[in-house]
C-alpha cells in the first residue's frame, strides 16, 4: 500500500519565505489570504487529500471506470469522495467569487491542486476538468452562458470536458471533421466523434458540460474555421432544472496503460443541441485558454507523480534491510544496513528531491505570475507576468512531464523486485505518469510551441525579460561567497541559454528543420536554467536561517548543491546537441526507417 | 495491432561484414556454420518469430497466466507455439551436440534470441531460463547430473528455473533462509519459500528443474554458507522416468507490471528432495555463471524491446498524417505530410535507431568474445575475451535496459495518445521492458559490479586492454579523413574514460562512497564510448560500399553520424557528474527523506 504525505513545510516555505506572497495583499484576494488561512487551507486540503483521495488510488486503478448501458460507472468510493470533496467547497478554491466561489489566489489553489493530483492523480482530473471549462466560459462565454453554467460548475454540481481530438486528428486541429450546422433559434446541430475525452461520462455529477470544437459548413478551412461549442449532456430549462438528454452519448470507454480511475471516452455527437462560445471560427482562442490552464495542470501532474512516488521510495529505502554500506557497516545492530546507506540509491532519491523542491518552486512562482497577470493593477508587471505564463506553460507541461515520469521510474527502481509488483503501487504512479507526457499536445509539441512560437513573440520579449531577471539576480548576489555556487550555475545557464538562442537565430530562421531539431534539447536546456534560478532563490532563502537548530534549511542548501553538482551538467550536452543541427536528423529517407 | 520483422539486414551486416565470422573457422562449431548455413537459421527462426512468437505476444499480456488447484495455466496458444519452438530445435541451438545440442557458435544463438525476445519477451523467457539452468548444469554437474537432465533441457521436455530471491533478501543473498538438510542417501530435504521466480510452474513441459539457492545447516554465515541444489518438480526414477511429485508448489502468482505472459511464482519448498550442484557452501560461484549468462540475456531483452517498439513507431510515422513539415509542405497530394517529416520525430526514431543498431553490435561482439573464451586454442586470446565478458557483462545488463525501456517509452511517444492505449501495443513494450532493469540484480547493483569489481580485477586488465584497443583503432584509422567524426569521437571517449578511471583510483580508494556515487554515471560512459567504438567499425564496414547503389551502407554512416552529434555528447555530461563526488549525495541524514 502506497503512502501519501503532502509537503506542508516545502509548500508554506516556498509561498512564505521564497514568494513572500504577504508582498501582493494590494492584489484582490490576496489581502484575505493571511498567513493564518492560508495555513488553515493547506492542512485541511492535506487532510482530504491523505485521508479521501489517496485511499482510492490503488482501488481506482484496479478497478477501474465501467460502461454499464451507455452509463459510466466510476470505481468504488469515488462518488462519495467527489461529494465530500464539492461540499468542502474544493472545486470553487480560485474561483470568481460573483458565481460563487473563494476567489483565492491561484498560488494557492496549485498548492492544493498538487496535493490533490499525488493523492489520486485520476480523481484530480474530473474536477480539474471542470475547472479549464469554467475558464473558457468566465473569459469567452456571454453573460447568460455565464448565469447559466459557472456556479453550478463552481459548486461541482456540474463538471467539464474538453472535445478536441477525433479518430483521425491530434495535433492537427485542421483536420477536423465535427460539424455544427446553425438552427433556427441560434442554437447549432452538432456531430461527430470525439476521442480520449477524459470524463467524458460519468456518475459524479449531475450534468456535464462538454466543450467542443466543431466546424461550421461553409466555413474556412483548417483551423480557421473550428468553433468551440457549449454542449451540456442534459439540456438546461430556462429555469435551470435538467431538460431531457441531448444527442451526446458515451461509444466506448478507452482500455488504457493507466489513469483507470478516470474515464477516457469515445464520445458520439449525433444532432447534439450546441450553443457557440465566443465568436464563429474563433474556437481555436478559446481552446487554447483552456489549453493553457490544462498544460499547466498537467505539468503539475507530473511533479505530483514525482513526489509521491519519491514519498515511497524514500520509506523503503529507509526501511528495507539488505547489504552493508560500502564506507563501513552503519547499523551493526541490524542484519543488514537499510538500503539509503548505499549511493547509487541516494543519487535517484536526491535526483528525485532536487527536481521535485526544483519543480514546485518554479511551478508556484508562474502561478504567482498568474495572478499577478490577472490581477495586477501595473501594466507593466501585469504585461511581464503574462509574457511568463506564455513563456513557461510549454516549460511546465512538458520537462515536468518527462521529468516526473522518469523519476516515478526511478523510485519503482529504488524497490527493485518488488516495485514491479501491482501491491507495491509505484508500478501505477509509473503508469499514470505517462499520459502527462502525451496528453494536452505530447511533449514534442511544446517544444515546437516554445522554440517555434514563444521564445519569437514580441521579438522575444518574454524570454529577454527572463534573461534580464537572471542577470539582475547575478549582479546581485555576485559577492555572496555563501551563494556563490548557485549564483555560478545561473550565471553558467544565463550563457548557455544565449548561446543556443544565437545558434537558433543564426540557424533557425534559414531552415526551419534546425529549430524543430533543436527544440526538445531546448526545452531541457531552459528547465535546468529555470530550475537552477529556482535553486538559487530557495538558496538565498534558505540561508539566513541554515545556522540555526532547524534542519529544513541546511538541507536545503546540501540539496540545492546536488542539483548543481549532480542535475546541472546535462545543461551542456543538451546545448552541444542543439548545435549539432538538423542535418544527421533528417539525412535517411522515411523509407529507410 | 504490432508489429515484427527480424532486422535480418542488419544481423547479417554484423555476422558477416563488422565481426567477419567465417574467420573464425578453425574454432570447433565455426566451420559447421557457414554464411548459408546462418543465414538459412536466420531466415527460419524470423519465421518462427514473426508467424508464431509475434501474434502471441498480445494475447499474453491480456491474459496472463492463472494458477488452479495448484497448476499454472499459461496463455492461449503458448503451449502449442512451445512445441513448435521445441521441435524445431531452437531450445538447442547452442548446446554440446553431446546432449543433443546442435553446437553452433553463441554469437548465431544471440542473434535468435533478439528475434525471440523482440517477438514474444515473456514466452522467450521460458527455453531462456532452461538456458541458464542448463549452464550451471553444464558446468558444475557430475557426470550423472549431467546425464539425467541435460538432453531433456536441451530438448526441451524439461525447463528449468532460477531460485534466488526470498521475501526479505534480493540483493544481498546472505540473508538467505531456506534450508538444506542432509539426508543418508547424499540427498538434502529443501524447506523455505522463494519468490519472484520466473516461469517457476507452468503448463509447456512435463517437468521442471529448479535451481534452488540454499543454507546448510552449520555451515558459515552469509554467502559463503549458500549451496545450489537441484530440485527437479517431478521427482526422477532411475531409468529417467517420472516419479510423483517433489515437495515443491507454487503458492501464487506475482500481479505485476508486466511480462503477463510469463508466470511469476511464489514457491514454496517444503521438505523437498534436492541434490547439490557443485560443492558445498559454494553456490554463489555456481549461481554466477547461470547470472552472467542470464544478466546477457536480459540485456539482449532490453534492446530486444528497444527494437520491436522502434520498428512499430516508424511504420506509425510513416502513415500517420498531421501537419505539414516546418520545411516546406512535403505531399500536397495527402490531407496532411506523415509525421516522420517532423524533425521532433525524426529525432526519437534516430535515438533508437543509433542505440538499436550500436547496441546490436556490441552484443554480438560480446558474445563472439563469448565463444572465442570458450573455445580458442590460443590461450592469451582466451583470457583476453573472458576479461571482455566479465567486463562487459554488466554494461550490457544495466545498459542496454536502461536505453532499452527508454526508448520503448520514446516509441510510445511517437504515437501520441494512441500509444496509450493497450490495442496499439506500445505500452505493453514499456511494461515488459521495465522488469529489465530490475531483475538478475537491479541496474545500480550492475554499475556496482563494474566499477567495484569488474574495472579492478586482475589490476584492471580487462579495461585496459579495451582501452588500448580502442587506441589501436585510433591509431590505425587516424589518417582516414572519411572516418575522421567516428574516430574523432572514439579518441574522445577514450580520454574520457581515462580521466574517470584517474578520478576513480584517486578518490574512490579513499572514500568508497566517491565509488559507489560514480558508479552509474561511469557505466553510462562505458556504455557510451563502448557504442562509439562500435559505431567506428560499422562505419569502416560500410565505408567501401557506401558508394554504391544500396542505401544499407550510407543509411549506416548517416547513422553512425547522428549517434556522435546527437547521442555521444551525453558522456561529458556523464564525466562531469561523476567527479563531483560523494559529498552532496550523502549529505542528508537518512531522517530527513
Redesign the interface.
Known amino acids: 500500500m502506497a503512502i501519501y504525505n503532502a509537503p506542508l513545510r516545502d509548500m508554506s516555505f516556498l509561498l512564505n519565505d521564497v514568494l513572500q506572497i504577504d508582498k501582493y495583499a494590494n492584489l484582490p484576494g490576496f489581502a484575505d489570504a493571511t498567513p493564518d488561512l492560508i495555513s488553515a487551507i493547506l492542512e485541511e486540503g492535506a487532510k482530504i487529500a491523505q485521508e479521501v483521495l489517496q485511499p482510492l488510488n490503488q482501488v481506482g486503478d484496479k478497478e477501474g471506470c465501467h460502461l454499464i448501458d451507455g452509463e459510466v460507472k466510476t470505481p468504488t468510493g469515488f462518488k462519495g469522495a467527489y461529494d465530500t470533496f464539492v461540499q468542502g467547497g474544493w472545486s470553487g478554491l480560485t474561483a470568481e467569487p460573483e458565481y460563487g466561489g473563494q476567489g483565492l489566489p491561484n498560488v494557492v489553489g496549485v498548492v492544493v491542486n498538487e496535493m490533490v493530483a499525488s493523492a489520486n492523480m485520476a480523481f484530480g482530473m474530473y474536477p480539474g476538468l471542470t475547472g479549464t471549462a469554467y475558464s473558457a466560459i468566465l473569459i469567452h462565454g456571454s453573460d447568460a452562458q455565464k448565469q447559466t453554467y459557472l456556479s453550478k460548475m463552481i459548486s461541482g454540481q456540474w463538471s467539464g470536458t474538453m472535445n478536441l481530438?477525433e479518430p483521425?486528428?491530434?495535433?492537427?486541429l485542421?483536420?477536423m471533421r465535427t460539424k455544427a450546422e446553425p438552427q433556427d433559434d441560434g442554437s447549432y446541430k452538432i456531430s461527430g466523434t470525439k476521442?480520449?475525452v477524459s470524463a467524458g461520462e460519468h456518475d459524479l455529477t449531475e450534468n456535464i458540460i462538454h466543450l467542443v470544437l466543431a466546424r461550421i459548413p461553409g466555413g474556412p478551412d483548417g483551423v480557421k474555421g473550428i468553433s468551440l461549442f457549449i454542449v451540456p449532456k442534459f439540456l438546461i430549462n430556462d429555469d435551470g432544472s435538467l431538460a431531457p438528454r441531448n444527442g451526446v452519448s458515451c461509444g466506448s470507454l478507452?482500455?488504457?496503460?493507466?489513469i483507470h480511475g478516470n474515464s477516457t471516452c469515445v464520445l458520439n455527437y449525433d444532432q447534439a443541441t450546441g450553443y457557440l462560445l465566443g465568436a464563429e471560427h474563433k474556437g481555436m482562442r478559446a481552446m487554447f485558454t483552456m489549453m493553457n490552464k490544462a498544460r499547466l495542470g498537467v505539468g503539475l501532474q507530473g511533479l505530483s507523480q514525482s513526489e509521491v512516488s519519491y514519498q515511497n521510495a524514500?520509506a523503503y529505502?529507509?526501511e528495507r534491510?539488505?547489504?552493508r554500506?560500502?564506507?563501513g557497516t552503519k547499523f551493526p545492530d541490524k542484519?543488514?544496513d537499510?538500503i539509503?546507506?548505499?549511493?547509487?540509491?541516494?543519487?535517484?532519491?536526491?535526483d528525485q528531491?532536487a527536481f521535485n523542491e526544483g519543480a514546485r518552486a518554479l511551478l508556484y512562482w508562474t502561478a504567482l505570475h498568474g495572478d499577478i497577470a490577472l490581477k495586477s493593477p501595473d501594466e507593466s508587471e501585469k504585461i511581464k507576468s503574462d509574457d511568463y505564463m506564455d513563456l513557461l506553460t510549454p516549460l511546465i507541461k512538458a520537462y515536468f512531464t518527462d521529468k516526473g515520469?522518469a523519476h516515478a521510474?526511478n523510485a519503482?527502481?529504488v524497490l527493485?523486485?518488488h516495485?514491479?509488483?501491482?501491491?507495491s503501487g509505484m508500478?501505477q504512479f509509473?503508469?499514470d505518469a505517462?499520459?502527462t507526457?502525451?496528453?494536452e499536445g505530447?511533449?514534442?509539441i511544446q517544444?515546437?510551441d516554445l522554440v517555434?512560437r514563444k521564445l519569437a513573440s514580441d521579438s522575444g520579449r518574454a524570454i529577454l525579460a527572463f534573461l534580464e531577471e537572471l542577470g539582475d539576480f547575478v549582479k546581485q548576489h555576485e559577492g555572496d561567497r555563501e551563494l556563490a555556487v548557485f549564483v555560478g550555475a545561473v550565471t553558467l545557464g544565463k550563457g548557455y541559454l544565449e548561446d543556443a538562442m544565437g545558434w537558433l537565430m543564426e540557424h533557425g530562421l534559414k531552415?526551419?528543420?534546425d529549430?524543430?531539431?533543436a527544440?526538445?534539447d531546448f526545452l531541457h536546456l531552459f528547465g535546468l536554467v529555470s530550475l537552477a534560478y529556482m535553486w538559487a532563490l530557495m538558496a538565498k532563502a534558505a540561508q539566513d536561517k541554515a545556522g540555526g537548530d532547524d534542519?529544513f534549511y541546511s538541507?536545503k542548501l546540501?540539496?540545492a548543491?546536488?542539483f548543481v553538482?549532480?542535475v546541472f551538467?546535462?545543461a551542456?550536452?543538451h546545448l552541444?546537441?542543439l548545435k549539432?543541427g538538423?542535418d544527421?536528423?533528417?539525412?535517411?529517407?522515411?523509407?529507410?526507417?
Chains 1, 2 share one sequence.
Request: glycine residues 10%.
Open positions: 481530438t483521425h486528428c491530434g495535433t492537427d485542421g483536420l476521442i480520449f478507452e482500455e488504457k496503460m493507466g524514500a529505502a529507509n534491510l539488505q547489504g554500506s560500502i564506507s542484519p543488514a537499510p539509503i546507506v548505499h549511493p547509487d540509491i541516494r543519487r535517484m532519491l536526491m528531491r515520469f521510474v519503482q527502481q527493485g523486485g516495485g514491479y509488483i501491482r501491491e508500478e509509473v503508469r505517462r499520459i507526457m502525451i496528453y505530447a511533449n514534442g517544444a515546437l517555434g531552415n526551419p528543420d529549430a524543430g531539431a527544440s526538445t534542519p538541507n546540501k540539496t548543491r546536488y553538482e549532480r551538467p546535462d551542456a550536452s552541444a546537441k549539432a538538423a544527421s536528423m533528417m539525412a535517411l529517407d522515411a523509407e529507410a526507417f
